[in-house]
């Protein structure tokens, strides 16, 4: 199964104000947060125990708009300190 291969974690990257306000809205908080080179902010959570294979996706549409929302899962990578 995809979960027992790949633990991991999901990053959910917000680049302005507006993506990241909707994000505190809908997403728990997180301790595990880096701010961006571009000035975004990647909140980092542990993979949830689901056998099914979560995508990366660049732009997040909700309620008919697109927000500046990206999501890094299975597949993804971001650069973190060492």
Known sequence: PWAEQ???TVVIDTDDEEADELVRQHCPETPMK???GSGGVHRIYRRPETELYIPNRQKTW???KQYNVDLRAD???ILCPG
């Open 62 to 64: 909700v309620g008919g």
């Open 75 to 77: 597949g993804g990578y």
């Open 6 to 8: 790949n633990p991991g």
């Open 34 to 36: 880096q701010i961006t």
